[in-house]
């Protein structure tokens, strides 16, 4: 049975690079039986769509204006009292080679947790769910990587978030029972700012410690299509997305 994560996991697939382009030329296939015109003029916008967000140099305009927050600085780590990593996403096991694991955007805020835990010494609590109904938590999958890539142990884990606002909201419950009202919030720069208004509205002072920023190559390579810029594309489109509905 396709759960609603999964659902909109393929709408976002269908509406979003590379996924939306390939839905908007199988459309102006479609209409051009009846509008040759229009089908054509719709093919011919999808492809210049597709590469001009596959540009580096869009992308990182496109990531801006969710990532415009400055590293925690030394006077802020003395004003926090726990941090909180955000999951962002597994994957999946390779029979026989590897284990379900979490993926390389949430190591990078693993990995940042960590920096941050041997310069404050601050309990860690960890919060992602199981949204396409896998077995383990994504709070598991971290809690793992955590102690077996930095030796660090994590305080807590909320194991059954499925967006970013379930992310807040049942992470509360485990950080008011022990009196935390501040927090340094860990997860990629383009994610931060949806991140801390939902943990604000759960009435929590936030610190943002990103993880990562988008980023493109120097001079005219970073005017030139990669999959890098089509990811950091599709990735800051769905950020806009996000906030707009509020997950």
């Known amino acids: ?3 609603s994560t999964t659902f909109l996991s393929l709408l976002k697939a ?13 459309v102006s296939i ?3 039986r009846w509008a040759p015109r ?3 003029w719709l093919g011919v916008v999808s492809v210049i769509m597709f590469i001009v967000l596959s540009m580096p140099r869009v992308s990182v305009w496109l990531s801006h204006p969710n990532e415009q927050f400055s590293p925690i600085t030394t006077e802020q780590w003395h004003e926090a009292q726990a941090i909180v990593v955000l999951g962002g996403g597994r994957s999946a096991p390779i029979p026989g080679q590897a284990p379900e694991r979490i993926n390389l955007d949430t190591f990078a805020r693993v990995a ?5 835990e041997r310069k404050t010494h601050l309990p860690i609590l960890l919060t992602g769910g199981r949204p396409g109904g896998e077995l383990r938590s994504e709070a598991e999958l ?6 077996e890539n930095f030796g660090i142990h994590a305080s807590w884990l909320e194991n059954n978030s499925r967006n970013t606002r379930e992310n807040a909201q049942l992470s509360l419950p485990l950080l008011r029972a022990n009196h935390i009202h501040t927090i340094v919030v860990v997860t990629t720069a383009f994610h931060m700012a949806r991140a801390k ?6 009435g929590f002072r936030v610190l943002a410690a990103p993880s990562g920023f988008s980023t493109s190559p120097p001079g005219i390579m970073g005017w030139f299509p990669s999959a890098l810029g089509l990811a950091q594309s599709q990735r800051a489109l769905q950020e806009y997305v ?6």
């Open 112 to 116: 940042k947790a960590a920096e941050l």
């Open 30 to 32: 479609f209409i051009s």
């Open 1 to 3: 049975m396709m759960t």
């Open 142 to 147: 971290m809690k793992n990587s955590l102690q």
């Open 242 to 247: 996000g906030w707009w509905v509020g997950r």
């Open 197 to 202: 208004r939902n943990f604000e509205r759960c």
């Open 38 to 40: 229009t089908g054509f």
């Open 14 to 26: 269908c509406l979003f690079p590379p996924g939306g382009v390939a839905t908007a030329l199988l």
